[in-house]
């Protein structure tokens, strides 16, 4: 299990930004590069869906479809950190944001069920 925990949430109007962090404690940057990490997020009364992921030595990141080109996701291992930058925001971004990590360093898969560490999420709200 890896301890994760998000911050850089709040409030903003659309059109705007913001970068989310996700900061694993308890590991050095060398186990740290075990995980591939990604961002998923649960809009209100809806199910948590993928959001970007990247593996562990950065090499491979996805997106979904409706953050393409507006998201960029990307890890910093000395401080064992991902980010998203989210620039362009939509109301239809508010969600609680959430970062995981998963064993697969490389092939990952963007499955929900394949990230064995959670963080506590961080709430995103973008008014119009």
């Known amino acids: 299990q890896v301890l994760l925990a998000e911050s850089g949430g709040g409030l903003v109007q659309a059109g705007g930004s913001l970068r989310l962090s996700c900061a694993a404690s308890?590991?050095?940057?060398?186990?740290?590069?075990?995980?591939?990490m990604g961002w998923f997020r649960q809009p209100p009364g809806k199910e948590r869906e993928f959001v970007a992921a990247?593996?562990?030595?950065?090499?491979?990141?996805q997106y979904a479809d409706s953050v393409k080109g507006r998201f960029t996701i990307s890890k910093d291992d000395s401080k064992t950190t991902v980010y998203l930058q989210m620039d362009s925001l939509k109301s239809e971004d508010t969600a609680v944001y959430y970062c995981?990590?998963?064993?697969?360093?490389?092939?990952?898969?963007?499955?929900?069920?394949?990230?064995?560490?959670w963080g506590q999420g961080t709430q995103v709200t973008v008014s119009l």
């Open positions: 995981a990590a998963q064993s697969r360093r490389y092939y990952y898969t963007t499955k929900i069920e394949d990230f064995h560490s």
């Open positions: 308890g590991l050095n940057f060398i186990n740290y590069r075990q995980y591939a």
């Open positions: 990247i593996s562990s030595n950065g090499d491979r990141i």
